[in-house]
């Protein structure tokens, strides 16, 4: 089993662009994640699905969007990417969004937008 | 403003020694608390986590102890090996479900041969 899978690992943007981070898990787990860690700080909840075919807003959701394609795959797209949004993002997977269920996490893509 | 304040970057410990990594919260309505480990390149892997209703949850080598009094936490690693070096988090939920989780900004534990 792979896990939680993450493309791409490195991407570096203009200022502008637009992306899509893709998210794929094999646990069969209802619900993902995806986070954002900036340099020195702790994870932040960008977006998460509950199951398939809901999406709801973390803590800091300016600047994306998300799409939980099916049961496996969550994506994150940064329409048009800024400066500020340059960070390692992280997707994570669990069976519910029950707290004491574990998050199992994807190594991270690493992001640089100029 | 940090609500999980881990006031440590980094902690180096002498292999074979116990590591004591720190939290503090702010928040008097966390009550559940989780600590993650993360080697460089890699997600975090859940570590160990502790509810409110007690003050000690042990596993194998990692001990974690809650004084709510203090709103403090604090994880033990004994003995220490190479391998635990680290990045550690620590998160606290307040209710609710998993998109609930703030987490601190890390401490690195490094482990001196």
Not at chain 1, 9 to 24: D, N, R
Not at chain 1, 102 to 113: A, E, M, S
Not at chain 2, 4 to 13: D, Y
Not at chain 2, 84 to 92: G, I, L, N, P, R
Request: with cysteine.
């Amino acid at each position: 089993n792979a896990g939680v899978t993450q493309t791409p690992k490195f991407q570096v943007l203009k200022t502008g662009q637009s992306m899509t981070l893709q998210c794929a898990q094999d646990m069969n787990h209802n619900s993902m994640y995806w986070y954002r860690q900036d340099p020195g700080m702790g994870l932040r909840l960008i977006y998460y699905s509950a199951s398939e075919g809901t999406t709801d807003k973390g803590e800091v959701p300016n600047g994306y969007n998300v799409s939980r394609l099916n049961k496996r795959e969550f994506s994150l797209r940064l329409e048009s990417a800024a400066p500020s949004q340059t960070s390692v993002y992280f997707c994570a997977s669990s069976f519910s969004t029950s707290r004491t269920d574990t998050q199992y996490f994807g190594p991270g893509t690493r992001l640089t937008v100029l | 403003d940090q609500q999980v304040k881990q006031n440590s970057p980094s902690l180096s410990v002498q292999e074979g020694r116990i590591s004591i990594l720190n939290c503090d919260y702010t928040n008097s309505m966390f009550d559940y608390f989780l600590w993650y480990k993360k080697y460089p390149a890699e997600g975090p892997t859940f570590l160990i986590s502790i509810s409110s209703i007690k003050d000690k949850n042990e596993d194998g080598r990692f001990t974690v102890f809650l004084n709510k009094s203090a709103k403090h936490l604090s994880l033990h690693i004994v003995p220490s090996q190479p391998g635990d070096s680290a990045v550690y988090f620590c998160a606290a939920s307040a209710g609710g479900g998993a998109d609930g989780l703030t987490f601190g900004k890390g401490t690195h534990l490094i482990i001196q041969p």
